[in-house]
């Protein structure tokens, strides 16, 4: 393989490598401001991780109907906007991402990941969430957005409360 070869396929894997960064950033952002939604909540950074014409939808029965639909930017940003009050939707909101798989294709990038949420509501009432996330990237202003967003119901359930103060069930120590 020629020098200007090998340049040119490591650019590639580097390119590929940036575009990987920068769609587990974005992500990362999205769920760090959705484990945050109330009233102070940046809306405009949160809109900002979505291009002008995303799509943003629950898929599959339960998420379709509970979820919706939503396109475009401020139609988004509207739907979370129902979130950011006072009090709190959510008293505790925890997203865990895992099994993440990034397809970096010329200038869009799948990513996959499957999701654990764990939500107390102001209620009080509790819930456990797993998802599968299916999101098409798209650069945008020189920014790496979300253009499809695409949550599909594994299973979810009520759970009693998810802090306790009882005492934790560890062995008990020999040593005096």
Known sequence: MSETKTIEALERRLRRFEIESCVRACMNRYMVLCDALDAQTPLDELAALFTREALWEGKGAKYAKSLGGYRGRESIAAMFAGYMKSPAHFALNV?????????????????????????????????????????????EDGQWRMAHFQTENLFSRPVQAWNSDADLPVPQSTAQ
């Open 95 to 139: 997203h865990f991402l895992t099994s993440e798989l990034i397809e970096v294709q010329d200038d869009t990038a799948m990513g996959h990941w499957v999701m654990l949420q764990t939500s107390t509501f102001n209620s009080g009432a509790s819930h456990l969430n797993a998802a599968r996330l299916t999101v098409r990237f798209a650069q």
